[in-house]
């Protein structure tokens, strides 16, 4: 049981430029959710799914998209990288509904030159 | 909207000894939940503590308890009997209850930084 897991775990991309983070998780989670982390800022919701083929908009969209074609799967695309998008970014599952604990991925370190 | 405010940008407490880190929130739903999560200087979130909003005893997580006072919207994290692995950066988050396709966002705190002295 790996829990949640990211790749790759750092990234240099110059602007402009695109890619995609992969996230996967193992536990049958219904929900997941790609959050960014800045400095003095916490954590903020990018993007998140409550289920296959279910995705909708969080806290700080812009730039990014998502689809969840399986249970297991959640990448997280930026369509045309920005330095403002340097940042540390996290994926996270959990249960359907209620209050479950959310466990989150090891996180991808990304810098956008 | 949910907002969380953790005051405390920096901490510092002595091995061995007791810490509190605070936490106070602001949100209109009467159900909701608590978290605490700690995030080493190796950068992997990992969930220490959780309250539930209708819970009427304060949760405990081995050194851990959460110091719930509801009406005053505080959930502060105490820490006993500190070690030298408990530095690190603590987040309070909080999340509204969800249901059906409703997702229940998690809103962050920005953060303590702990530094526990040998």
């Known amino acids: 049981n790996a829990g949640v897991t990211q790749t790759p775990k750092f990234q240099v991309l110059k602007t402009g430029q695109s890619m995609t983070l992969q996230c996967a998780q193992d536990m049958n989670h219904e929900y997941m959710s790609w959050y960014r982390q800045d400095p003095g800022m916490g954590l903020r919701l990018i993007h998140y799914s409550v289920g296959a083929g279910i995705t909708d908009q969080g806290e700080v969209p812009n730039g990014y998209n998502v689809s969840r074609s399986t249970t297991e799967d959640f990448p997280l695309r930026l369509l045309s990288a920005a330095p403002s998008q340097t940042s540390v970014y996290f994926c996270?599952?959990?249960?359907?509904?209620?209050?479950?604990?959310?466990?989150f991925g090891p996180g991808t370190r990304l810098t956008v030159l | 909207a949910q907002k969380i405010t953790q005051t405390q940008p920096g901490m510092f407490v002595q091995e061995k000894e007791a810490v509190t880190l605070d936490c106070t929130y602001d949100?209109?739903?009467?159900?909701?939940?608590l978290f605490w999560y700690k995030q080493p200087s190796s950068g992997e979130m990992i969930f220490l503590i959780y309250?539930?909003?209708?819970?009427?005893q304060n949760a405990t997580e081995g050194r851990y308890s959460l110091n719930f006072q509801k009406a005053r919207k505080s959930a502060n994290l105490v820490i006993s009997a500190s070690q030298l692995g408990d530095s690190a950066m603590y987040f309070c988050a909080m999340r509204e209850s969800a249901g059906g396709t409703s997702y229940g966002k998690l809103t962050f705190g920005q953060g303590t930084i702990l530094t526990v002295h040998p």
């Open positions: 949100t209109s739903d009467q159900s909701y939940g």
């Open positions: 309250q539930g909003s209708y819970d009427e």
């Open positions: 996270a599952s959990r249960e359907r509904g209620g209050l479950n604990t959310q466990y």
